[in-house]
């Protein structure tokens, strides 16, 4: 499992998949965007000397919280958009090292809809997972897209206090979507 802190900050999601069974290496960090998420692959293939059968991955969300792409997201400007294809290029760059060392199976949890006051960024959010779908449909790697978004938005209850991370509500969401790709 590598990603950010949907599986990271509270590992919620991590120990629900571990209680239905599945073992696994957790990988994620908070704060991880998609080049340290890269990073995390490479060195669990360094740790294990060799590449995992299987990836649960995520990842993207801090590519625009955490930058100084924000502000533009905010705005829904152009500045975003090509931001936000740079940072699904890096992806593809991910999955097509997944399908280079022949990992039989890639469980991509794209980025679900942020609640208030982030809310705004939802559009933001749909450009990047039809890209991420794009990408994940069309990669050498077996890689199956999975899409949270219709279980979260504004008027849910699925967020801790941020209205970003998922709560022990929102983990159980993503947790059995994850388990329905098993």
């Known amino acids: 499992m590598i990603g950010d802190s949907?599986?990271?900050?509270?590992?919620a999601v991590p120990n629900n998949l571990r209680a239905a069974g599945l073992i696994f290496e957790m990988r994620a960090e908070t704060?991880?965007?998609i080049d340290r998420i890269f990073e995390q692959y490479q060195e669990y293939k360094l740790d294990f000397g060799a590449p995992p059968s299987i990836v649960i991955v995520n990842g993207g969300g801090n590519d625009i919280l955490l930058s100084r792409y924000l502000k533009e997201c905010i705005k829904k400007s152009e500045i975003c958009d090509y931001h936000i294809y740079n940072v699904a290029q890096k992806g593809a760059k991910l999955l097509l090292e997944f399908a280079?060392?022949?990992?039989?199976?890639?469980?991509?949890?794209?980025?679900h809809y942020l609640g208030d006051p982030l809310s705004v960024l939802n559009?933001?959010?749909?450009?990047?997972m039809s890209l991420f779908q794009t990408m994940c449909d069309g990669s050498p790697?077996?890689?199956?897209?999975?899409?949270?978004?219709?279980?979260?938005?504004?008027?849910?209850?699925v967020y801790l206090f941020d209205g970003v991370h998922p709560n022990k509500s929102g983990s159980q969401i993503i947790s059995a979507m994850i388990l329905t790709q098993f």
């Open 100 to 111: 280079k060392d022949n990992v039989s199976k890639v469980i991509f949890l794209g980025i």
């Open 6 to 11: 949907v599986f990271a900050l509270t590992e």
């Open 141 to 157: 790697a077996y890689c199956v897209f999975v899409d949270p978004r219709p279980f979260f938005g504004p008027d849910k209850k």
């Open 31 to 33: 704060g991880a965007g």
């Open 123 to 128: 559009p933001t959010i749909d450009l990047g």
